[in-house]
Protein backbone atom coordinates (compact mmCIF):
# COMPACT_ATOMS: atom_id res chain seq x y z
CA UNK A 1 0.00 0.00 0.00
CA UNK A 2 1.00 3.67 -0.22
CA UNK A 3 0.92 6.42 1.72
CA UNK A 4 1.15 9.59 0.05
CA UNK A 5 2.11 13.21 2.17
CA UNK A 6 -0.18 16.21 0.94
CA UNK A 7 -1.06 19.79 1.78
CA UNK A 8 -4.89 18.51 2.78
CA UNK A 9 -3.73 15.44 4.88
CA UNK A 10 -2.32 11.81 4.43
CA UNK A 11 -4.00 9.71 1.41
CA UNK A 12 -3.25 5.94 1.77
CA UNK A 13 -4.13 3.82 -1.41
CA UNK A 14 -4.50 0.07 -0.92
CA UNK A 15 -5.34 -1.35 -4.51
CA UNK A 16 -7.18 1.28 -6.07
CA UNK A 17 -9.24 2.79 -2.71
CA UNK A 18 -8.20 5.58 -1.48
CA UNK A 19 -8.57 6.77 2.57
CA UNK A 20 -8.09 9.86 4.14
CA UNK A 21 -5.87 9.66 7.39
CA UNK A 22 -6.24 11.98 10.59
CA UNK A 23 -2.67 11.55 11.60
CA UNK A 24 0.72 13.18 12.86
CA UNK A 25 3.05 12.10 9.88
CA UNK A 26 5.48 11.01 11.67
CA UNK A 27 4.12 9.24 13.99
CA UNK A 28 2.18 7.35 11.71
CA UNK A 29 5.52 6.24 9.63
CA UNK A 30 7.45 5.36 12.76
CA UNK A 31 4.81 2.76 14.76
CA UNK A 32 5.90 -0.49 15.20
CA UNK A 33 4.53 -3.12 12.28
CA UNK A 34 2.90 -0.17 9.89
CA UNK A 35 1.96 -2.54 7.31
CA UNK A 36 -0.60 -3.95 9.78
CA UNK A 37 -1.51 -0.92 11.07
CA UNK A 38 -2.62 1.04 7.47
CA UNK A 39 -3.95 -2.36 6.67
CA UNK A 40 -6.93 -1.70 10.00
CA UNK A 41 -6.99 1.85 9.00
CA UNK A 42 -8.39 0.76 5.20
CA UNK A 43 -11.15 -0.67 6.81
CA UNK A 44 -11.82 2.46 9.38
CA UNK A 45 -10.40 5.00 7.30
CA UNK A 46 -12.82 7.83 5.25
CA UNK A 47 -12.62 6.73 1.70
CA UNK A 48 -12.57 9.58 -0.69
CA UNK A 49 -13.20 9.10 -4.27
CA UNK A 50 -10.01 8.44 -6.67
CA UNK A 51 -10.89 11.88 -8.53
CA UNK A 52 -10.31 13.71 -5.35
CA UNK A 53 -7.35 11.56 -4.65
CA UNK A 54 -5.92 12.67 -8.27
CA UNK A 55 -6.85 16.47 -7.67
CA UNK A 56 -4.88 16.49 -4.46
CA UNK A 57 -1.72 14.66 -5.72
CA UNK A 58 -1.91 16.94 -8.65
CA UNK A 59 -1.88 19.50 -6.61
CA UNK A 60 -1.02 19.49 -2.57
CA UNK A 61 1.40 16.70 -3.37
CA UNK A 62 4.46 16.91 -0.73
CA UNK A 63 7.78 14.62 -0.49
CA UNK A 64 7.35 12.04 1.99
CA UNK A 65 9.13 13.25 4.66
CA UNK A 66 8.30 14.48 7.97
CA UNK A 67 11.36 15.76 10.47
CA UNK A 68 14.01 12.95 9.46
CA UNK A 69 17.23 13.00 8.14
CA UNK A 70 17.87 11.61 4.59
CA UNK A 71 21.62 9.96 4.84
CA UNK A 72 22.62 7.88 1.91
CA UNK A 73 25.34 4.98 1.33
CA UNK A 74 27.47 4.95 -1.54
CA UNK A 75 29.26 2.32 -3.87
CA UNK A 76 27.12 -0.09 -3.22
CA UNK A 77 27.30 -0.93 -7.13
CA UNK A 78 29.70 -2.24 -9.37
CA UNK A 79 28.89 1.01 -11.98
CA UNK A 80 29.28 3.66 -8.72
CA UNK A 81 32.61 1.94 -8.17
CA UNK A 82 34.03 2.30 -11.93
CA UNK A 83 32.21 6.05 -12.25
CA UNK A 84 33.93 7.50 -8.92
CA UNK A 85 36.89 5.68 -10.11
CA UNK A 86 37.16 6.98 -13.76
CA UNK A 87 36.33 10.65 -12.12
CA UNK A 88 38.71 11.07 -9.82
CA UNK A 89 41.60 8.93 -11.59
CA UNK A 90 44.03 11.80 -12.73
CA UNK A 91 43.31 13.69 -9.13
CA UNK A 92 44.48 10.06 -7.29
CA UNK A 93 41.68 9.38 -5.46
CA UNK A 94 40.35 6.26 -7.26
CA UNK A 95 41.78 3.88 -4.73
CA UNK A 96 39.70 4.80 -2.39
CA UNK A 97 36.71 4.09 -4.15
CA UNK A 98 37.99 0.27 -4.63
CA UNK A 99 38.18 0.01 -1.20
CA UNK A 100 35.25 1.04 -0.16
CA UNK A 101 33.63 -1.00 -2.29
CA UNK A 102 35.03 -4.18 -1.17
CA UNK A 103 35.53 -3.48 3.11
CA UNK A 104 33.08 -4.43 5.30
CA UNK A 105 32.19 -0.99 6.54
CA UNK A 106 29.71 0.69 3.73
CA UNK A 107 30.13 4.16 2.70
CA UNK A 108 27.65 5.85 4.47
CA UNK A 109 27.27 9.57 4.48
CA UNK A 110 24.96 12.30 5.41
CA UNK A 111 22.68 13.60 2.74
CA UNK A 112 19.91 16.16 4.07
CA UNK A 113 17.65 17.79 6.37
CA UNK A 114 14.05 17.64 5.17
CA UNK A 115 13.84 21.81 4.35
CA UNK A 116 16.49 20.80 1.49
CA UNK A 117 14.60 18.03 0.06
CA UNK A 118 12.54 18.16 -3.30
CA UNK A 119 9.32 16.19 -3.73
CA UNK A 120 7.57 14.70 -7.48
CA UNK A 121 7.36 17.37 -9.71
CA UNK A 122 9.54 19.54 -7.61
CA UNK A 123 12.64 21.38 -8.51
CA UNK A 124 16.23 19.98 -7.41
CA UNK A 125 19.55 21.99 -8.28
CA UNK A 126 22.33 21.49 -9.46
CA UNK A 127 25.36 23.82 -8.41
CA UNK A 128 27.04 26.96 -9.95
CA UNK A 129 30.26 26.19 -9.08
CA UNK A 130 29.75 23.06 -10.92
CA UNK A 131 30.59 21.35 -14.29
CA UNK A 132 29.77 18.16 -13.93
CA UNK A 133 26.24 17.20 -12.67
CA UNK A 134 24.14 14.47 -12.26
CA UNK A 135 20.97 12.84 -10.89
CA UNK A 136 21.31 9.36 -8.90
CA UNK A 137 18.18 7.19 -8.64
CA UNK A 138 18.34 5.25 -5.83
CA UNK A 139 16.04 2.85 -3.62
CA UNK A 140 15.38 5.19 -0.54
CA UNK A 141 14.46 3.08 2.93
CA UNK A 142 12.36 4.50 5.38
CA UNK A 143 13.58 2.72 8.92
CA UNK A 144 11.83 3.42 12.09
CA UNK A 145 13.10 4.20 15.32
CA UNK A 146 13.45 0.41 15.90
CA UNK A 147 15.51 0.20 12.89
CA UNK A 148 13.13 -1.61 11.04
CA UNK A 149 12.51 -0.85 7.44
CA UNK A 150 8.84 0.01 7.41
CA UNK A 151 9.22 1.58 3.53
CA UNK A 152 10.38 2.95 0.35
CA UNK A 153 10.61 5.70 -1.57
CA UNK A 154 12.42 6.54 -4.66
CA UNK A 155 15.15 8.94 -4.04
CA UNK A 156 17.35 10.99 -6.31
CA UNK A 157 21.08 11.87 -5.17
CA UNK A 158 21.95 14.78 -6.87
CA UNK A 159 25.46 15.21 -7.59
CA UNK A 160 28.90 17.10 -8.60
CA UNK A 161 31.07 14.94 -10.55
CA UNK A 162 33.34 17.78 -10.76
CA UNK A 163 33.92 18.62 -7.10
CA UNK A 164 33.57 14.47 -6.20
CA UNK A 165 36.39 14.06 -8.67
CA UNK A 166 38.45 16.84 -7.55
CA UNK A 167 39.05 15.31 -3.83
CA UNK A 168 37.27 13.22 -2.03
CA UNK A 169 37.31 15.21 0.89
CA UNK A 170 34.97 17.35 -0.94
CA UNK A 171 32.13 15.03 -1.13
CA UNK A 172 29.86 17.31 1.32
CA UNK A 173 30.33 19.74 -0.67
CA UNK A 174 29.48 17.36 -3.90
CA UNK A 175 26.57 15.67 -2.27
CA UNK A 176 24.76 18.85 0.46
CA UNK A 177 23.35 21.97 -1.00
CA UNK A 178 19.76 23.20 -1.57
CA UNK A 179 17.52 21.07 -2.99
CA UNK A 180 20.54 18.50 -3.40
CA UNK A 181 17.81 15.91 -2.62
CA UNK A 182 14.94 14.32 -4.31
CA UNK A 183 12.17 11.82 -2.39
CA UNK A 184 8.94 10.65 -3.61
CA UNK A 185 5.91 10.51 -4.86
CA UNK A 186 4.90 8.18 -1.66
CA UNK A 187 5.99 5.90 0.77
CA UNK A 188 5.59 2.68 -0.41
CA UNK A 189 4.79 -0.19 2.65
CA UNK A 190 5.02 -3.64 2.13
CA UNK A 191 4.01 -7.27 4.47
CA UNK A 192 7.44 -8.17 3.08
CA UNK A 193 10.95 -7.02 2.28
CA UNK A 194 11.01 -5.31 -1.44
CA UNK A 195 11.91 -7.86 -3.59
CA UNK A 196 15.44 -7.83 -5.24
CA UNK A 197 14.38 -8.27 -8.91
CA UNK A 198 12.71 -4.75 -8.28
CA UNK A 199 13.26 -2.74 -11.46
CA UNK A 200 14.83 0.95 -11.43
CA UNK A 201 14.41 3.18 -14.64
CA UNK A 202 15.96 6.54 -15.45
CA UNK A 203 15.39 8.74 -18.58
CA UNK A 204 16.30 12.32 -18.77
CA UNK A 205 14.88 14.90 -21.22
CA UNK A 206 16.07 18.46 -22.55
CA UNK A 207 13.08 20.23 -23.96
CA UNK A 208 11.44 16.51 -24.95
CA UNK A 209 14.54 15.12 -26.26
CA UNK A 210 15.67 12.05 -24.54
CA UNK A 211 19.28 12.76 -23.46
CA UNK A 212 19.68 9.42 -21.25
CA UNK A 213 17.52 6.20 -20.42
CA UNK A 214 18.11 3.57 -18.18
CA UNK A 215 17.41 0.49 -15.98
CA UNK A 216 18.61 -1.84 -13.77
CA UNK A 217 17.38 -3.87 -10.33
CA UNK A 218 18.15 -4.08 -6.90
CA UNK A 219 19.71 -7.51 -7.04
CA UNK A 220 22.93 -6.18 -8.65
CA UNK A 221 23.85 -4.14 -5.50
CA UNK A 222 26.58 -5.53 -3.48
CA UNK A 223 25.22 -4.78 -0.10
CA UNK A 224 22.31 -6.47 1.73
CA UNK A 225 19.74 -3.65 3.05
CA UNK A 226 19.46 -4.43 6.71
CA UNK A 227 23.45 -4.36 6.73
CA UNK A 228 23.32 -0.76 5.69
CA UNK A 229 20.74 -0.24 8.40
CA UNK A 230 22.82 -1.90 11.21
CA UNK A 231 25.95 0.20 10.21
CA UNK A 232 23.38 3.17 10.39
CA UNK A 233 21.90 2.77 13.42
CA UNK A 234 25.18 1.34 15.68
CA UNK A 235 26.02 4.47 17.08
CA UNK A 236 22.91 6.90 16.04
CA UNK A 237 19.46 7.11 17.23
CA UNK A 238 16.92 8.60 15.53
CA UNK A 239 13.97 9.92 17.34
CA UNK A 240 11.38 9.86 14.60
CA UNK A 241 13.41 7.35 12.06
CA UNK A 242 15.61 7.93 8.85
CA UNK A 243 15.46 7.93 5.34
CA UNK A 244 18.54 6.20 3.43
CA UNK A 245 19.37 6.16 0.02
CA UNK A 246 20.86 2.82 -0.97
CA UNK A 247 23.36 4.10 -3.72
CA UNK A 248 23.57 4.15 -7.55
CA UNK A 249 23.51 1.55 -10.51
CA UNK A 250 22.51 4.25 -13.31
CA UNK A 251 25.53 6.83 -14.18
CA UNK A 252 25.25 8.75 -17.78
CA UNK A 253 28.32 8.58 -19.94
CA UNK A 254 31.00 10.90 -18.97
CA UNK A 255 30.25 13.57 -21.74
CA UNK A 256 26.69 14.02 -20.16
CA UNK A 257 25.79 17.19 -17.39
CA UNK A 258 22.57 18.38 -16.50
CA UNK A 259 21.37 21.73 -17.40
CA UNK A 260 18.59 23.93 -16.18
CA UNK A 261 15.23 22.97 -17.11
CA UNK A 262 15.80 19.15 -17.72
CA UNK A 263 13.54 16.88 -16.80
CA UNK A 264 14.52 13.65 -14.57
CA UNK A 265 12.64 10.92 -14.63
CA UNK A 266 12.97 8.02 -12.27
CA UNK A 267 10.77 5.11 -11.79
CA UNK A 268 10.90 2.26 -9.24
CA UNK A 269 8.53 -1.00 -9.40
CA UNK A 270 6.14 -0.78 -7.44
CA UNK A 271 6.57 2.85 -5.49
CA UNK A 272 5.98 4.51 -8.73
CA UNK A 273 7.55 7.36 -11.07
CA UNK A 274 9.41 10.58 -9.31
CA UNK A 275 9.77 13.61 -11.73
CA UNK A 276 12.26 16.77 -10.60
CA UNK A 277 13.03 19.23 -12.96
CA UNK A 278 16.84 20.96 -12.63
CA UNK A 279 17.39 24.45 -11.99
CA UNK A 280 20.23 26.50 -9.77
CA UNK A 281 19.61 28.29 -6.50
CA UNK A 282 18.14 31.60 -7.17
CA UNK A 283 17.23 30.64 -10.77
CA UNK A 284 19.47 31.18 -14.43
O1 LIG B 1 31.35 7.96 -2.94
C1 LIG B 1 30.65 8.79 -3.40
C2 LIG B 1 29.19 8.77 -3.48
C3 LIG B 1 28.61 7.48 -3.94
C4 LIG B 1 27.15 7.52 -4.22
O2 LIG B 1 26.45 8.48 -3.95
C5 LIG B 1 26.52 6.35 -4.84
O3 LIG B 1 27.18 5.34 -5.10
O4 LIG B 1 25.31 6.41 -5.08
MG1 LIG C 1 24.34 8.24 -4.60
Redesign the pocket.
Known amino acids: MKLYKTGKGIVLQFKEEYYVLQHDWDTLINRDNLYAYLLEESVNGKKITAEQATAWHNEFLLPPIGSQEVW?A????LR?RDA?MEESKDTGGADC?QRVYEAERP?LFFKALPHRVAGHQQTVYIRKDSTWNVP?P?LALYINTAGVIQGYTIGN?M?SRSI?GENPLY?PQA?VYEKSAGLGPCLYVTEHPISPETGIYMSIHRNEEKMYEGSTTISRMKRLLPELVSYLYQEMDFATGCFLMT??CLVPSTDFTLQPNDRVTISIDGIGTLVNIVDVKGGV
Not at 74 to 77: D, L
Open positions: AGVTYSRYEEEDSELKGT
